[in-house]
């Protein structure tokens, strides 16, 4: 079981004080705006040393203060126990492991695996491509930290291709050309893979909640499959090479990279057809839910491991039949965490063990 224990000091509105976490289930009870989302985004702050509401540092600090912390101590494995701190102090963030400090954050992150459900994930659905890029791209960095120096080097390439674009500073892009080809082949290979994963399972519980068939996820490489035989296969480098020499005068004349996986396209298709367009609200943000549910037993069947599960009030637009069924068909997890108004009936999904707290001006109380 992970999370054992959290202290906090100057973070957000939340007392400078120790939280007992060590249940696999811990539900933060509370009106709007007393602090129950601050205690989920710093679990999600330890787990990640980011936040996942913004990435202004200085926008977590208490009102009225400079610094913050937040210390963690979590069970990766029975007896090794680990202490997380992220210290954010001079207008600079720090984060340490067992007491010694982590030059880069991959670092940290397949230390403590949360998947978090938040309002904002309804943007993986109805949400601009780059959206959905930034979903897979996530489900296996989850496990794959190879694919973080995939990504970091492809960004690397492309934002100084666009630089030599934008400068008229031609006389490299040959050479930016073959690097680019040579880390997005690797990223478009992984995505295409886990998003054939990804079907396996998403269909089937969107199926199993709405009774609806055949949805699935499609992926549509910037750089196109080639047929050979009926068969999509992958291109060569050099192919994508003479693609990318092809319409380097367009790329010129619009000064930026108009191919590679930066323009990937993903989206939910139902017999042959767009779903999202005609799907309700309902419907969408109910897609939202069940791609976290399919990351969470992706990323169990990728590793053997269990992940953290991080619900921050998403419960609450789904009607009382969907949001039962939600509930009972949630993956294996190591431990829970939940938020809920006052006025929801998270008793019915309470087990004898669940710890409630009540959140009330950023303090808490059993």
Known sequence: MPFLYQTFYNFRNLKNDKIDLSNREVYFVGENGQGKSNILESLYYASYGISFRTHVDSQIVKKGEKDFSVNSMFKKDEGDIQRVSVIFENNKKRIEKNGK???DRKELINTIPCILFCHDDLRFATGEPEARRFFIDQS????????????????????SRNLILKNHQYDVLDVLDSQLVQYGLVIQEKRKKAIFLFNQIFGKVFEEIT?????????????KELDADGQKIFPASQDIL??????????????TTL????RDRIDFVKDH???????????CRLISLLLRVAQSIYYTRATGLRPVLLMDDVLLELDPDKRAKLTEMLPEYDQLFCTFLPGEPYERYMHDTTKVYKIRQGEWYE
């Open 273 to 283: 057809h767009l779903f999202i367009p005609t799907a309700s609200t309902g419907q």
């Open 259 to 262: 191919s590679g996986p930066h």
């Open 140 to 159: 296996l960095t989850l496990y794959d930290s190879t694919y973080i120096d995939d990504l970091r080097n492809y960004k690397k390439v492309l934002k």
């Open 242 to 255: 003479n693609l990318l020499l092809t319409n380097r005068e367009r790329d010129k004349n619009l000064e």
């Open 211 to 223: 009774g609806i068939e055949g949805l699935s996820i499609n992926y549509h490489p910037s750089w």
């Open 101 to 103: 400090k982590i030059q």
